[in-house]
T-cell receptor
Framework: EAGVAQSPRYKIIEKRQSVAFWCNPI?????LYWYQQILGQGPKLLIQ????????DSQLPKDRFSAERLKGVDSTLKIQPAKLEDSAVYLC???????????FGSGTRLTVV | GESVGLHLPTLSVQEGDNSIINCAYS??????FIWYKQESGKGPQFIID?????DKRQGQRVTVLLNKTVKHLSLQIAATQPGDSAVYFC??????????????FGKGTKLSVIP
């Protein structure tokens, strides 16, 4: 089965610019997650979707971050405006909802300069 | 507060030896735990999981031990190989109930295998 696809793989932007990341989950996976992984740390949950609805976005900095999953499949995560501390790898994961753990994509490495 | 940043705990082992990676989790209500392996430039990859009603689970070359009394999880890798070199994360699910799997990750341990 195809894995979780993410693009772009790398992105370098200046602070105060905007950026968007795209994720295509495994076919049939209803649950989709965005995680932020700062260098040297474990991933931190930003937002969880169930189909096209938000389950939990309590850790999403909503003044600058937004995410959507309009048709319950692909998802985009946007940052506007970016700050230096947003430099991280943004990981997308999907799950069928069972206890087997998530499948992660390879992530998008964002560098804000 | 706890120091965070670039300084991951590191474990160096000789190829062929057994590795033990430890993790302390924070939430006594967590009911599900997973170990992930993350290689450079890749997303975390599922290794093995365990539910809170078990204290040991074995996979191929890997064993996870859970001690709920002291909130401790360990991953044992038998006959460690160079391909096992990676950062290993434990993750806990602090929510109960079906379908609410929101994993909280630990800081990670970097395993280096010496050929």
């Amino acid at each position: 089965e195809a894995g979780v696809a993410q693009s772009p793989r790398y992105k370098i932007i200046e602070k105060r610019q905007s950026v968007a990341f795209w994720c295509n989950p495994i076919s049939g996976h209803a649950t989709l997650y965005w995680y932020q992984q700062i260098l040297g740390q474990g991933p931190k949950l930003l937002i969880q979707f169930q189909n096209n609805g938000v389950v939990d976005d309590s850790q999403l900095p909503k003044d600058r971050f937004s995410a959507e999953r309009l048709k319950g499949v692909d998802s985009t995560l946007k940052i506007q405006p970016a700050k230096l501390e947003d430099s991280a790898v943004y990981l997308c994961a999907s799950s069928h909802g069972g206890a087997g753990g998530y499948t992660f994509g390879s992530g998008t490495r964002l560098t804000v300069v | 507060g706890e120091s965070v940043g670039l300084h991951l705990p590191t474990l160096s082992v000789q190829e062929g030896d057994n590795s033990i990676i430890n993790c302390a989790y924070s939430n006594s209500a967590s009911d599900y735990f997973i170990w992930y392996k993350q290689e450079s430039g890749k997303g975390p990859q599922f290794i093995i999981d365990i539910r809170s009603n078990m204290d040991k689970r074995q996979g191929q070359r890997v064993t996870v031990l859970l001690n709920k009394t002291v909130k401790h999880l360990s991953l044992q890798i038998a006959a460690t190989q160079p391909g096992d070199s990676a950062v290993y994360f434990c993750a806990e699910n602090p929510s109960s109930g079906a379908g609410s799997y929101q994993l909280t990750f630990g800081k990670g341990t970097k395993l280096s295998v010496i050929p």
